[in-house]
């Protein structure tokens, strides 16, 4: 199914724009748009800026991801994970660095920090009501799901 067209405008000559790293990629790879290394210590979280601004249309979101190798190898992941972008946002789009791991982490200038999936967006309208519908669950809550089954 193909998205729709994104507008991107480069802030930044330190930019790199996103792009899809295999033809069955559903993320495009971002990169981090800094000068110099930044070191993100253990338990700590840094902005970290892609240089670019994007136009996503109505009706569409971006969603940024981990990264799977940064998050396996190193406990590097968002602390929002997935972040989104909304349709009328407009400012640099900068990705929160988490850092899970017992070491500190450096991020390189050129980097790849994060993955970004460009994906529609339903719009719902929320109607009041006195009682809702019965399903088996009903009121179960965290980790409820199949544990009547077992008891």
């Not at 790879?29 to 109505?58: C, K, N, Q, Y």
């Amino acid at each position: 199914m193909p998205g729709p067209d994104i507008r991107i405008k480069r802030l930044s000559s330190l930019a790199r724009l996103p792009e899809y790293a295999t033809e069955g990629a559903s993320g495009m790879d971002v990169h981090a748009a800094i000068e110099a290394p930044i070191t993100i210590p253990s338990r700590e979280i840094r902005m970290i800026p892609l240089g670019f601004a994007i136009s996503i249309p109505v009706g569409w979101e971006a969603q940024v991801r981990p990264r799977s190798g940064l998050a396996s190898r190193h406990g590097v992941s968002l602390p929002n994970s997935p972040g989104t972008i909304d349709a009328d946002y407009r400012g640099e789009l900068k990705v929160p660095l988490i850092n899970h791991g017992a070491d500190a982490f450096t991020v390189e200038p050129g980097m790849r920090i994060a993955q970004m999936v460009i994906c529609p967006v339903a719009r719902c309208q929320l109607v009041e009501v006195e009682t809702l519908d019965d399903t088996d669950r009903g009121e179960g809550g965290f980790g409820s799901t199949g544990t009547a089954a077992r008891s």
